[in-house]
């Protein structure tokens, strides 16, 4: 049995490429990851080094049999899923050209998969964040009792952790989509 | 109906019409990734997301259809609508070509 470790490491839906480039890394060295416990735990096993390639899809669950044929087709390992995100991963030795590193090879597909994350996952965020938490706080505020006091802090940090997080999310997904416009 | 089908898939990219080109004959989509390369001396290659969200989008618009299956491989072929949108495009390409080599035509 290999050793194992966990790390905690936290992503939002808009750093997938990122998410990449660490999970590549750890590789590199020695670290394969082998699955992931929500909210953000990563499970790794020791491994041989070596540069293999990671790629995350989001699916949001609409993934049938055929998805995973054609991936496995391509070389593609499928390992792991989360959170509506599938997890690929490649040798870098198996694929002879740059494009077969990658799993989409034109920007629509690209930006398709931005606008099902913006859909699905921003929007949801969105809509608690003026639908729940906006008018809990407000609701709370003007209580005057000690516990409505303590609520409305509470509520004020959601509100706030919320309004940052779709703010970040949604300016770093649009940057992604104008990105991939101007390729 | 089938008239905003033309629309949104004229012109196409170079991926959509390769794929839609390869399913005059039923093909899955490695198969049809396989045949790409070689016609475009490996110049063009269809990831797979991107071949599964194409096919997927024009199975569903009717552009082709789902043939049979084969070693767990689903095989599509292409369907009437999808053949007049090919001719289109392919026409299209033609007078782009005729015209770039400086053969203009009235039609």
Redesign the interface.
Known sequence: MNRRKTMVRFFTIADYEEEERWLSARHQSGWKLTRIIPPCFYIFEECEPQHVVYRLDYKNNSEDREYFQLFSDYGWEYFASFAGWLYFRKPASEADTQQDMKIFSDDASRIEMINQILKTRLLPLVIVLFCCLVPSCIQSARETEPLATVLTVIFSIFTLLYAYLSLHCGIKLQKLKDRYHKN | MEDKIKRIYVPM?E?GFYILFCLRQPQH??GI?QQVKQMTG?EL??????????LSKMEKDGLIAFYREEE???LYRITELGEEVLNLELHRIERLYKNSKGEFSDE
Do not use: A, D, L, Q
């Open positions: 990219t991926s989509g490695y990734s490996g290659v269809i990831s797979p997301g991107t071949m599964y969200g194409t767990k491989r689903k």
